[in-house]
């Protein structure tokens, strides 16, 4: 904001032309005039320092005034026809992502998700400049991530969200912003399944849609698969004893095993590397280049660090170094 100091300081313009500060002053009015010439001068000075203080003040904010702001990118200009100029004009988004998944995505008691994956997107949208209550959130299952962007029914998702080939072939992706690997769970009590080469003839619960899904029909094909749409299901699962096992990414089942410690453990490592990526429409170039400028930035500044201590970071002390994004071309 420009402070108005040059339009306030300027007393000497209101001086007699016979003030005796000036050279010259020897109009014959002098006497008369020069004590009513300090006190508009005093004046103009006063109201000048009031209205640079007023200014300077409206130009800070407190923080209650701030949490609602895109303070990265409220005064950004985008190239016109572009997804982000587009956001950016309506000052709102939609961002699909999941609403089951602690640590990464989901709904708290207020009814809004929070974790790693919606800090990320946050991250995106203050870049926007797209205030964080225009910021839409919805429900989005490994199922249906592909159809919700293709449809135009969310303009990104962040949804633990695993970068492969055979969804570059629809979607577009930016990032990654983790990497996780695959992992099982199995009860706290279990002794005989102690990794993927054990679970031959045991039902191993996953989600429709899902990448763990595909890998352990190949790292595991003797074993029952049972497929639900959300995790938390799976967990319900194999709590209730209808399920041996869950696998999915490691940080998910460690999230898993948060909400509640005495039901279930990890065995046997992590056997894949899983990389988190954030999904556009497929083609959108420009968007996932601005995507990932904006995350090399929140690597840099420590803006990343700082969402993945607040939330995955609850279960895994290790701040990890963020991965490098991959520019590729499609």
């Not at 910021?135 to 633990?160: C, H, K, L, W, Y």
């Not at 194999?238 to 039901?263: E, F, M, R, S």
């Not at 990890?266 to 995350?295: H, Q, S």
């Not at 660090?305 to 990890?320: D, H, L, M, Q, R």
Request: proline residues 6%; glycine residues 10%; charged residues 25%.
């Amino acid at each position: 904001m420009r402070t108005p100091f040059s339009r306030g300081r300027r007393p000497s313009a209101g001086r007699p032309t016979g003030d005796p500060g000036q050279p010259g002053g020897n109009s014959p009015r002098r006497s008369a005039g020069s004590g009513r010439a300090r006190r508009r001068g005093g004046a103009l000075l006063l109201g000048a320092a009031m209205v640079a203080t007023l200014g300077l003040t409206a130009c800070g904010s407190s923080d209650d005034d701030t949490k609602d702001a895109a303070p990265t990118g409220a005064a950004a200009s985008f190239a016109p026809g572009t997804t982000m100029a587009r956001l950016h004009d309506a000052g709102k988004i939609t961002v699909g992502t999941k609403f089951d998944q602690n640590l990464f995505g989901l709904k708290n008691l207020s009814g809004k998700p929070e974790g790693f994956d919606v800090e990320i997107a946050e991250i995106i949208t203050d870049a926007l400049g797209i205030p964080r209550d225009k910021v839409n959130f919805v429900e989005t299952v490994s199922a249906n991530r592909e159809p919700f962007i293709q449809q135009g029914r969310v303009d990104m998702v962040v949804a633990t969200y695993t970068i492969n080939d055979k969804r570059k072939k629809v979607v577009d992706f930016a990032g990654p912003y983790y990497v996780a690997g695959q992992s099982i769970m199995v009860a706290k009590k279990n002794t005989d399944i102690t990794g993927k080469d054990s679970l031959a003839g045991k039902k191993v619960c996953s989600v429709s849609g899902s990448t763990p899904a595909e890998n352990i029909r190949k790292v595991a094909p003797a074993a029952q698969l049972v497929l639900f749409d959300v995790y938390s299901k799976c967990a319900d699962a194999l709590k209730n004893g209808q399920v041996d096992a869950v696998t999915t990414d490691n940080v998910i089942l460690l999230g898993l095993i948060d909400k509640d410690p005495d039901a279930f453990k990890l065995v046997g490592g992590t056997f894949t590397k899983e990389p988190y990526g954030i999904g556009i429409k497929k083609g959108d170039t420009a968007f996932r280049t601005f995507i990932n400028d904006t995350l090399e930035a929140s690597y840099s500044d420590g803006r990343w660090a700082k969402a993945f201590s607040s939330t995955v970071g609850k279960v895994e002390p290790n701040t990890p170094t963020p991965p490098p994004v991959d520019r590729y071309t499609s």
